[in-house]
């Protein structure tokens, strides 16, 4: 059976439409595998290049304004207070009172002592006068060698006994003005530790001064800072109450044992450079860079590929793109960064972005060159 013509040619170009339709779509796919293959191996990829430097490591610490010297004062001699002239927290100049004993008894031992020194003064005056007379009489028949070294031995006795009442009555004057408590400079009072009425032994502790004229910040310094801590010449601080204010310090005493209660070491900075107002007790910020003892090069830590057990950086080659993944010795991290040691040379490009989706060989387009992290 004959097809007609009309029927035949309807067939031949529906035949035709189909084959090129197919053709077509064949060609796309096959472009967009070709597109699709082209993205695999070039991937766009953020680099950084990599710059070594001395860089200081930075070790914060919260501390507290502290005198260098707080002297516990207290009566050189006993009685009963009968005054107190300052209060816990008093500014004091030195030689302002602090407190007074009863003096009565101090008094009376000065009128003794004062009327024993003008009797002894009255016979060394009385032996002198008698030694230097006879001595007058050393040519006469009344003139005898021994009576003059008697009277010479008793004048000398005089002399003796009237030092001795002299110096015992400079000692009475001396307990004397010890019954006045003074500060022995400038400085606040932090401790009170007698009331009026109270009978004081001497030596006993009466009051706390703290001197203002040398200030000190005291920290407690983790054991694995120690050397950080020792080998720092240098320090600043800046005070809670002024913060973005820093002034320098510089370590004066690092204590050889821990504290029993917070296992940290007590250390002092000496305040070089004193704030405008500063006050004991205050809380500061203390902080102090070492120097590494090698140059380091800073990274985000997005650079850092974990390969096994070592960290790894994806280098990239300036010529032909292609990276390369290099493991590398890792000084130190930080929130976001780390300080590679070794494994890379100082001018090479590592990736910092998409790190897990590179694999070796493949070749990558720069989209970002960043300065070396600070």
Do not use: C
Request: no cysteine; net charge positive; charged share 25%.
């Amino acid at each position: 059976m004959r097809l007609p013509p009309v029927k035949f040619i309807l067939i031949a170009v529906a035949t035709v439409a189909v084959a090129s339709v197919g053709y077509t779509a064949y060609a796309l796919q096959a472009k967009n595998a070709k597109v699709a293959a082209v993205e695999t191996v070039i991937r766009p990829a953020r680099v950084m290049e990599i710059a070594f430097r001395r860089e200081g490591q930075s070790l914060v610490l919260a501390g507290t304004v502290v005198p260098r010297i707080e002297s516990q004062l207290g009566f050189r001699v006993p009685g009963k207070i009968v005054r107190r002239a300052v209060d816990v927290g008093a500014v004091v100049q030195a030689g302002q009172l602090i407190a007074e004993l009863d003096p009565t008894d101090y008094k009376l031992a000065v009128e003794n002592a004062r009327a024993a020194f003008a009797a002894a003064e009255g016979d060394y005056m009385r032996a002198k006068a008698d030694h230097e007379r006879y001595q007058q009489l050393r040519n006469s028949a009344a003139f005898m060698q021994q009576t003059l070294d008697t009277r010479k031995s008793a004048a000398v006795t005089a002399l003796g006994r009237m030092d001795q009442a002299k110096s015992q009555l400079e000692s009475a004057e001396h307990n004397l003005a010890y019954t006045e408590l003074k500060a022995d400079a400038d400085g606040v009072i932090t401790a009170v530790q007698a009331e009026v009425g109270q009978v004081v032994a001497q030596g006993q502790s009466v009051a706390k001064l703290a001197r203002t004229d040398e200030l000190e910040i005291l920290v407690g310094v983790p054991e694995h800072r120690l050397q950080a801590a020792r080998a720092t010449d240098a320090a600043s601080f800046e005070l809670w109450s002024e913060p973005g204010k820093r002034h320098a310090a510089k370590l004066r005493e690092l204590s050889p044992s821990a504290d029993p209660t917070t296992r940290t070491y007590p250390a002092r900075f000496s305040v070089i450079d004193k704030p405008a107002f500063i006050g004991l007790g205050m809380t500061a910020t203390l902080a102090f860079e070492r120097p590494d003892a090698q140059p380091v090069a800073e990274v985000p830590l997005a650079a850092i590929f974990q390969h096994g057990t070592r960290p790894a950086v994806w280098v990239v080659d300036r010529e032909s793109g292609t990276v390369e993944l290099r493991p590398v010795q890792i000084a130190r991290w930080r929130n976001d960064t780390a300080a590679i040691l070794s494994g890379v040379k100082d001018g090479e490009l590592v990736a910092t972005a998409g790190v897990h989706k590179l694999e070796a060989g493949q070749k990558v387009k720069p989209l970002q060159q960043q300065a070396a992290a600070r």
